[in-house]
Nanobody, 125 residues
Framework: HVQLVESGGGSVQTGGSLRLSCAAS????????MGWFRQAPGKEHEGIAT????????YYADAVEGRFTISQDKEKNTVYLQMNDLKPEDSGMYSC???????????????????WGQGTQVTVS
């Protein structure tokens, strides 16, 4: 089975930074898509960023491009999300997700992500 564990959330002031981590286990870390999603109260899931586990392919939502950076440490099977210049609208529950199948590219399509972590809360005020 695939297990994803997020960490690094918290409360910060506007303009601050946080770095989220997602430790993955239970599958071969190769040719999969990994992504970060967030959900604010009363709102739908919003795709934030994705990364391919084997090639340097990333995608960012327009709302975060230039402020957020997704990266990975393949030896640790860990994906990171560096969040800078945080804004109140960035607040929400951030979840890490992994695709159930292997893909050549990783467009941010929520249907592709079948394995989810428990989420970590980010609050910006």
């Amino acid at each position: 089975h695939v297990q994803l564990v997020e960490s690094g959330g918290g409360s910060v002031q506007t303009g601050g930074s946080l770095r989220l981590s997602c430790a993955a286990s239970g599958y071969t870390y190769s040719s999969y898509c990994m992504g970060w999603f967030r959900q604010a109260p009363g709102k739908e899931h919003e795709g934030i960023a994705t990364i391919h586990t084997s090639i340097p392919d990333t995608y960012y939502a327009d709302a975060v491009e230039g402020r957020f950076t997704i990266s990975q440490d393949k030896e640790k099977n860990t994906v990171y999300l560096q969040m800078n210049d945080l804004k109140p609208e960035d607040s929400g529950m951030y979840s890490c997700a992994a695709s159930s199948d292997r893909y050549a590219v990783c467009p941010l399509l929520i249907s592709r992500y079948k394995f989810w972590g428990q989420g970590t809360q980010v609050t910006v005020s």
